[in-house]
């Protein structure tokens, strides 16, 4: 997972788009880049580490279209080649891209055929130079709004997966924004404006960081063209439903954000009302509903209301750590783990505590947490709560789930002998809940069941890891090319999901 951030304005196109990767450091803290298109020509840059640390030295003043980006982390060789925007010289374009592409492979073979070789294993790669054959096949020079509207339809022929993707070139003679999401937009991908400047981005926090008016989403297979100062141009490449990803409510996106025009605050306390009822039709008796801090804390504020028993911060993390799911390994995520969270010891003694997290992926986080509260807290009970269906399906469309063999969910229930069901009925889902709640040491699990969680999304998104219901199919051969990669990544070698 990714995040990036488009600006086309008048003055400090650099400090802007620094200033909103910042709002979105939480999708990405290994590499951050920036990539400026004005009339004196095309700059670049990018480093490792935090947005604020990686581009402290970037000043830009004047007029421009900008793109940044912020990069999911991995490890082993050719992070520093991985990292965003790129850049083609011919006919010049920056480019920044959130999302999977699951032909990859077969696109790098392609390219090749036309004497374009790829230099990192970043799947945008692909895209910026699919993107520009087609635009130099049209013209060499002065191309146009157009032209870059029927290149995008030619490589949107090409390209399969979930991606929102910012770019930055001169069209008509003028630097020119351009943002495009995915035929299902399944990556999220926002705009606003303000004063005639416009920004694109994955979430709309960034455009509440800078003050801009959020004015709404790009649509599923649109591209939107914007020049400072001049309406925007909304084009359609190819659309073919609407498939917004429900992780990123569940779990990636700030809580502070607006996506899929819903405020990500209250779907998640949709979720915790929604579970509330299927905790007390379950019959699950605690003392205390405790959250996982943060992603957590609305949906246990929810179900602490529908089952009427007491909110409390049992656990408090460490804001100067980060994020353990967008840790590369399961080494760095576990030391990570015990800087992060302690807990209070005089909320949670000799209690039943009601423990809700978002989801369970690997469960290796939540095993820790359960023997921490037990342990350390004290806690008579641990009744784990999870505010969406267990994992049970890969996910090859950006968000890093994408070996079946390593979620929790899957191995239980295979254990189990519910087969390789891709969505569990009721009684099935009681089954895996209690194996579960077995691996982790806890008294009870429960997870949001799929009607539950129907109620709050409706039908119209992609919730494929949980119901197996891919939008954008996929062949054996991809899916073990990707499974394959993502194993690599523990010693080095990965093609990188943004
Ligand atoms: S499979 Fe799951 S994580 Fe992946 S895009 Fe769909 S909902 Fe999001």
Not at 202 to 229: H, N, P, Q, T, Y
Not at 324 to 335: A, K, L
Not at 349 to 374: E, F, H, N, Q, Y
Request: charged residues 25%; neutral net charge; hydrophobic residues 40%.
């Amino acid at each position: 997972m990714c995040g990036f951030v488009g600006f086309i304005g008048n003055s400090n196109v650099s400090s802007l788009v620094i200033d909103a990767l910042q709002a979105i450091q939480h999708r990405g803290q290994d590499s951050a880049g920036i990539g400026i298109v004005s009339e004196n020509g095309f700059f670049l840059h990018k480093d490792l580490g935090y947005a604020a640390n990686a581009l402290e030295k970037v000043s830009y003043t004047g007029a421009g279209a900008a793109i940044g980006h912020v990069r999911y982390p991995t490890i082993g060789g050719g992070i520093r080649e991985d990292a965003q925007p790129f850049f083609s010289r011919q006919p010049g374009v920056m480019m920044v891209h959130n999302g999977n592409l699951i032909n990859f492979k077969e696109l790098k073979q392609q390219l090749k055929r036309h004497s374009v070789n790829l230099s990192s294993n970043c799947d945008v790669e692909p895209i910026l130079y699919l993107f520009c054959l087609e635009m130099m096949k049209i013209r060499e020079e002065g191309h146009t709004v157009f032209d870059a509207v029927i290149a995008l339809k030619e490589t949107y022929k090409y390209i399969k997966g979930a991606y929102s993707v910012a770019f930055a070139m001169i069209l008509d003679g003028k630097p020119t924004l351009v943002c495009t999401r995915d035929p299902y937009g399944i990556r999220p991908a926002v705009w606003g404006e303000k004063n005639g400047e416009y920004m694109c981005a994955s979430e709309s926090v960034c455009l509440d960081a800078i003050d801009f008016e959020i004015k709404g989403e790009i649509a599923s297979g649109e591209a939107m063209f914007f020049r400072a100062g001049e309406e925007p141009q909304t084009h359609l490449i190819e659309k073919r439903g609407k498939a917004p990803c429900i992780f990123e409510n569940i779990y990636f996106a700030r809580p502070d954000s607006v996506y899929n025009n819903r405020s990500i605050y209250m779907t998640r306390m949709d979720l915790g009302r929604v579970l509330g009822e299927e905790l007390i039709a379950k019959k699950v008796d605690v003392d205390v509903v405790v959250p996982v801090p943060d992603t957590s804390i609305p949906a246990a504020l929810e179900i602490s209301r529908v089952i009427g028993k007491p909110f409390s911060e049992g656990l408090i993390k460490n804001r100067y750590s980060a994020r353990t799911f967008i840790m590369p390994t399961q080494s760095i995520r576990e030391n990570a783990l015990r800087l992060k969270l302690n807990p209070i010891k005089a909320q949670i003694k000799d209690k039943k505590v009601l423990l809700v997290d978002d989801s369970i992926v690997r469960g290796t986080t939540l095993k820790r947490m359960v023997r921490l509260l037990k342990e350390k807290g004290k806690a008579k009970e641990i009744h784990v709560a999870i505010h969406c269906p267990p994992v049970l399906n890969p996910c090859f469309y950006g968000i890093d789930m994408s070996v079946q063999e390593d979620l929790i969910a899957h191995r239980k229930s295979v254990k189990l002998g519910l087969g390789t069901k891709k969505v569990l009925d009721l009684k099935d889902q009681r089954q895996l809940e209690q194996a579960v709640a077995e691996h982790l040491g806890a008294d009870s699990v429960t997870y949001l069941s799929m009607e539950g969680t129907n109620k709050v999304f409706g039908t119209e998104r992609c919730a494929a890891c949980f119901d197996g219901d891919y939008k954008v199919e996929i062949d054996k051969q991809s899916i073990d090319e990707i499974r394959n990669d993502r194993i690599g990544i523990s010693c080095g070698f990965n093609r990188v999901n943004t």
